[in-house]
């Protein structure tokens, strides 16, 4: 359960991301790519899960696994940086571990 609350915390940060992006003009590729490649994760992660269906193609969870794993330096520069017991570590320790489950299912869906 802690792993898809911690997606969906991030999916969160992501559209307040992008919506504070697009209020002041700034270029959201990026942002959109990362938003649309969690949103794979946590899907795949429920049709693995829980069975839900998804609609997403092998060039779809090909790009999201991409993008995600791009997402793991920033994410673990982070962790370092933080102190030891604080909420950060802990969200990013979860993040991380979220992360990696993400990839692990859309590398068993590839697989099919």
Not at 59 to 70: C, P, S
């Amino acid at each position: 359960m802690e792993v898809i609350i911690s997606l969906q915390s991030t999916i969160s940060k992501l559209e307040n991301a992008l919506s504070q992006m697009t209020q002041n003009g700034t270029n959201t590729t990026l942002v959109k790519k990362r938003l649309q490649a969690v949103n794979i994760g946590l899907a795949t992660l429920e049709h693995v899960w829980n069975q839900k269906p998804h609609h997403y193609t092998q060039e779809d969870l090909a790009e999201a696994r991409y993008v995600i794993t791009g997402l793991f330096p920033s994410i673990e520069n982070s962790y370092v940086k933080s102190k030891a017991g604080s909420p950060q570590r802990t969200l990013l320790k979860r993040r991380i571990k979220a992360l990696e489950l993400a990839i692990q299912a859309i590398d068993d869906l590839s697989a099919k």
